[in-house]
């Protein structure tokens, strides 16, 4: 599984195109072929997934049950917005206007990579977001891995 990992503050220049950072570059798979899809996040930002890595959260969307309304539903927001979009021969991407508009973002963006993903942020709402982060990060910590730790130690038997 992929696992990129870094942090990478950049500037969209006047075409809307972000220059992809040359270490995030190196740490893409074959596989990706400098295509990506670019979608809307769970909260206001951007997710950019490696084409391969797309087809894979995409095979499991689309074994949901559609016969359930909240799975159309979710099925409907998660996909709205997704475009393919290629690293040109300079190393940039055209985000869409749509997209931009969507996430606030104007000019100075974070990239923040976790896992098999890309978050674009607009550079402040980031900031806003992280600065909050020292008093609830400790008791989040415990909440969430402490439950990963009680599953990994099910018997099964």
């Known amino acids: ?5 870094g942090e990478y503050e950049c500037k969209l220049d006047s075409k809307s195109r972000l220059l992809f950072p040359a270490g995030l570059k190196k740490q893409l798979p074959v ?3 400098y295509t990506f899809v670019l979608n809307r996040g769970f909260e206001k930002c951007l997710v950019l997934y490696p084409i391969n890595e797309w087809k894979t959260i995409s095979d499991e969307i689309n074994r949901l049950n559609i016969y359930i309304k909240k799975n159309r539903d979710f099925v409907r927001y998660f ?3 997704a475009t393919e979009i290629v690293l040109d021969s300079t190393s940039r991407l055209l985000i869409p206007k749509g997209l931009l508009a969507y996430a606030g973002i104007d000019k100075d963006v974070v990239l923040f990579t976790f896992s098999n993903r890309i978050e674009i942020w607009e550079k402040e709402t980031y900031q806003n977001l992280m600065h909050d982060e020292p008093e609830e990060f400790a008791a989040l910590a415990e909440e969430v891995m402490s439950k990963k730790e009680n599953r990994d130690n099910q018997d099964v038997s």
């Open 1 to 5: 599984m992929l696992n990129l990992i």
């Open 31 to 33: 596989a990706a072929d």
């Open 79 to 81: 996909y709205r917005g």
